[in-house]
């Protein structure tokens, strides 16, 4: 049995949140914010004769779960098929019936993401995949998309999926008096792995550098209400920059008493992503947020 989550993936948020906001402050603030500085890590554009495709992977370093996600883009696709290094096919899609006749173009998809520790706390039907497991369901490399078209051509084209995965953003903080979230530079990948841990997977040479040692081209942070408004708050910032300021007008505009949780992810070059959230945040509060049960 998978355990929910509620957080939203990289790709997903990036991609589609600046075609589908729902509302008046995310119209503002994420729109603004978020898709003007998405061209900081991008897809591999063009992707052969693709117009762009992208493989990564990303972490959850505080519910300790990892997902395998890729996206390819042509026009007037009906098939798209995509296989792994060492050729196994991992993904094909076949549009039938009014999809057929109208073809798609963009296809994103994540794999489910199971949990990478044993949580001693947890339910015992949790489907659970080490970080070593992981990749080795996943190999580093050239993966191959290939489409055919409505004129029965095919498209093809390739991305390479690394292993280079940037540590768990670490001391993630919240400053309710200035809107300041702050954080520093990690050296793990939470509950996937400690950093003695990840010293054997370099020793042994299943990963090519420790995370810690991974540059961080981006940091993406998210301040999210968790009232089911939707009204979050999403940037992303240089690899440099350790603190943003929530807007000032975007505060005052949530309800009293709105909790809140915080995501803080680091991102490479090319997009391998890890998350750090920090919850237990009360916004404008006047008689107290409540307890999750």
């Known amino acids: 049995m ?14 589609s949140a600046c075609f589908r906001l729902k509302n008046w402050w995310s119209a503002v603030f994420t729109l603004a914010a978020l898709c003007m500085s998405a061209g900081i890590a991008t897809a591999t554009e063009p992707c052969g004769e693709l117009d762009e495709c992208k493989a990564l992977i990303e972490i959850n ?38 999809l057929w006749d109208q073809t798609f173009t963009e296809t994103f998809v994540e794999s489910a993401e199971p949990l990478c520790w044993f949580d001693p706390e947890g339910d015992p ?38 292993y280079e995965l ?34 054997r997977l370099v020793n042994d040479g299943v990963l090519p550098k420790h995370p810690k040692d991974v540059v961080v081209m981006t940091w993406e942070v998210v301040f999210e209400p968790e009232d089911g408004s939707g009204h979050e708050f999403g940037v992303r910032v240089p690899g440099d920059q350790m603190q943003v300021t929530v807007p000032l007008d975007y505060r005052n505009a949530l309800p009293d008493d709105t909790p809140v949780k915080i995501e803080v992810g680091a991102i490479t070059a090319t997009d391998n992503a890890t998350f750090t959230e920090e919850g237990g945040i009360c916004i404008n509060e006047v008689e107290g947020c409540e307890e999750d049960d």
Do not use: M
């Not at 996206?71 to 050729?87: E, I, K, S, T, Y």
């Open 2 to 15: 998978q355990r929910n989550r509620t957080h939203t993936s990289l790709l997903s948020r990036s991609l």
């Open 125 to 162: 039907d949790d489907i659970v995949i080490t970080l070593e497991e992981f990749l080795g369901r996943w190999p580093q490399g050239r993966y191959l998309f290939v489409g055919a078209d409505i004129d029965a051509e095919r498209v093809r084209g390739r991305t390479t999926l690394d």
């Open 166 to 199: 940037p540590a768990a953003p670490a001391d993630v903080e919240y400053d309710d008096a200035t809107g300041i979230i702050s954080w520093a530079p990690g050296d793990d990948l939470g509950e996937c792995a400690s950093r003695a841990r990840l010293n």
């Open 61 to 98: 370093a505080t519910d300790g779960d990892v997902g395998f996600h890729f996206l390819a883009d042509a026009d007037n696709l009906l098939q798209l098929f995509v296989r792994a290094p060492d050729g196994t096919q991992v993904y094909k899609a076949l549009a039938k019936g009014h």
